[in-house]
Structure formats: C-alpha cells, structure tokens
C-alpha cells in the first residue's frame, strides 16, 4: 500500500477548495445539533463538519476491517434480511443486544481500533493526528448517533469481537450474525445455547475490559414451535423470511390514520409532533422495503402511489 501523509491525502481530496490548517483549527463543538428522535439522541452535523467526516470516511474508517461474514450493519449491498436468513436451517435461536451501543465506544477503544489496522491504513501519520480525529468523530468522548462516520467506526471496533466469538460458534456448529448492536446466533441443538450468554460476556470483558457489555433486558431465546421473530423479520416454517404480521398490520393502520385523521397518526405512533412521526413511520417503510416490497405494493394499491412514496422519501436528517 503506498502511504501518504494526511496532509498529502487532504490536498488530494479537496484540491486546494478547502484548507488543511482550517481542517486542523475548525472548531467543532458548536458545529452540530442534537435531536431527540424515537425516544434517543442523534446528533446532526453541519455543512463543513460533515464535510470533514465525510473525508476521515473515505481515508480511514470506511477502510478498517470488518468481519464481512458476520456484520450485516452499515454495510452497502447487505441489510437485516441477509443477517437473518443466515439462520433459516435452524431450530434454536438467541439474540442479544448490547447496552448503550455507541455510548459504550470511547476514545480509547476508537484509537484502539485505528492503531490495530496500521497495516491497512493509507494515512502515514495516523499516530500524529490520531487525538484531532478523535475530537472530530465523538462527542463527549463517545461514538455520537448521526455522525456519518460512526456506524463504520462502531463495526471497526467490535471487529476483534467478532472475529472470536465467530470462531467459538463454529467450533461448536452454530451460526453468528450481527446486525448493529444486535447478536444473533442459531443452531440444531439446545444444550450449547445456554452457554452464549456467558461466552459473550467473556469475550466482551477481555476485549473491553467491562466498558460494553450485553442488555440482560433484551435477550431473548426461542425454541422449536414458538415464532421466530428477528429485528422485525419472521422466519417462517419453511425457511423462508418476512417482515413480521404486526409490523405489517402496524404500518397498514398507521397509513389509515394518516389520511384519516393526522393527530390520531401522531398518537398512533407515540409522537407529539407529526413531523417526528412521519419520521419514524417513513424509516418504518424504509425497514418492511428492505424484506418484502410486495408489501409495500399492497399499499400502493389501496392508498395511492404518491402518498405512500412522499413518506418513503421523508429524510430523518435536518
């Protein structure tokens, strides 16, 4: 790999339309908004910060390694359908969901990642200006929702993680997957399930001494004859996937609502202001067109081409 400096890669990028000492001085902390949407913060950069991301993105963090195998999560050409029907052969699941996700990743555990990609890093004198990209990609000293470089960045660093736990599921014949801070592990038999909590706890600890860690709230184990029901994707009793009914029926009521009655919408989706749910219902339709477009169709058909689309293409950003 030829390396270059950061400064080299900067000018290569902007060709002299933005300047490298800016890029160096800019003072970020006042350059962002932060929102509450669904019930959480996400925090909205603006022009020029993004504009930086944007270029860390393609220089660095779009290029630290990924267990492509196993994530399903942020990644272009893949989504939660691939991450799910990885387990369709199987009788047992597990899922798990890590706590506080991205509030779980910090400086150090970003810089950990980073240095332990040297080797596939284009940038010479990362180790230089490794404390400026830290300041520019958190907040607070941790992994902001919103940021554009952050869902990379979060893959990054779990990626020793997978790696592990992905070889531990293989030498005892289950199948792991991911999806964001959601873990998913199938198999035939029941017996080496019980011991997934445990395991991953382990090498959660060893990996990030404590700082991320499982939501004992949120795992979830399900046995032959009940639903199989993951991240809102139903694996049916052949084999195949779907968006789970209630989320069907949920989305078909809500669109009801909406040409209906709009507050009545708003109460449906559990938000005061109907900007914020259209919001929600649009990334809604977003998820359900990712699994089944017929369904989407469906909608179409009973409600109009323009009013289902106009909801599709509503941005969850400023």
């Known amino acids: 790999m030829n390396k270059r400096p950061l400064e080299e890669l900067f000018f290569a990028t902007f060709r002299g339309k933005q300047s490298f000492s800016d890029f160096l001085e800019f003072d970020f902390s006042s350059s962002f908004l932060r929102k509450s949407f669904d019930g959480r913060s996400v925090y909205s950069p603006d022009k020029s910060l993004k504009l930086y991301l944007g270029f860390l993105s393609r220089v660095l963090f779009d290029r630290l390694p990924v267990a492509i195998d196993v994530v399903f999560s ?9 991450a799910v029907e990885k387990h369709c052969d199987n009788r047992y699941f597990f899922q798990a969901d890590i706590e506080n996700f991205f509030g779980s990743i910090n400086r150090e555990i970003i810089s950990k990642a980073i240095l332990a990609a040297l080797d596939v890093c284009p940038i010479s004198d990362i180790e230089q200006w490794l404390g400026r990209v830290l ?23 779990l990626n020793e ?58 795992t979830k184990f399900i046995r032959p004859g009940e639903k199989v029901r993951i991240l809102g994707v139903a694996i049916l009793p052949n084999g195949k996937v779907s968006v789970d009914g209630r989320l069907k029926k949920h989305s078909e009521i809500a669109m009801h609502y909406l040409i209906k009655d709009k507050k009545i919408f708003s109460s449906f989706l559990k938000e005061e202001d109907l900007e914020k749910a259209l919001k929600k219902f649009s990334g809604q339709l977003n998820y359900i067109n990712t699994v089944d477009p017929t369904f989407l169709d469906k909608l179409r058909k009973k409600y109009g081409s323009t009013a289902v689309d106009k909801i599709i293409h509503i941005s969850v950003g400023p």
Request: aromatic share 8%; hydrophobic share 35%.
């Open 161 to 218: 993680f997978d790696k592990k736990f992905v070889a531990w599921c293989n030498e005892n014949n289950l199948i792991y997957t991911r999806y964001a801070d959601d873990l998913i592990v199938s198999g035939k038999g029941e017996e080496k399930m019980h011991q997934l909590t445990p395991k991953i706890s382990e090498i959660l600890r060893g990996e990030f001494d404590g700082r991320i860690k499982l939501n004992a709230q949120k």
């Open 74 to 82: 942020y990644r272009k050409g893949v989504n939660v359908v691939d």
């Open 135 to 157: 300041d520019m990609v958190t907040v607070d000293g941790v992994l902001p929702p919103g940021f554009p470089t952050s869902p990379a960045i979060s893959n990054a660093c």
